[in-house]
């Protein structure tokens, strides 16, 4: 299957030649979780705060689907 996945606020160091907040296409077998997901591109899963899936937070149990868009963010910092 086929996915289209941005990464946000520096996790694109974890996948190499992506920039934070363009797409890439991720092929993921079926029945891939984003858990799955995180494990393919090397992301440790405490670094992944917020999913989203189609533009909705989503938990890392969440199967997906073909076509589906994968926004990841790591925890947020400041004050």
């Known amino acids: ?5 941005r ?3 520096g996790l694109h160091k974890y ?3 992506t920039k934070s907040g363009e797409p890439f296409t991720v092929h993921a077998g079926e029945n ?6 995180l494990k393919q591109l090397g992301i ?3 670094a992944a705060f917020v999913t989203l899936v189609n533009g909705s937070a989503s938990p890392a149990s969440t199967v997906l689907k073909d076509r589906d868009r994968v926004g990841i963010f790591p925890p ?3 004050g």
């Not at 299957?1 to 996945?5: D, P, Q, R």
């Not at 891939?32 to 997901?37: E, F, G, M, R, Y």
Request: no cysteine.
């Open 15 to 17: 996948v190499e030649g």
């Open 76 to 78: 947020v910092g400041g």
């Open 1 to 5: 299957m086929e996915l289209e996945v």
């Open 7 to 9: 990464l946000f606020a």
């Open 32 to 37: 891939a979780t984003i858990a799955d997901l």
């Open 44 to 46: 440790p899963e405490k």
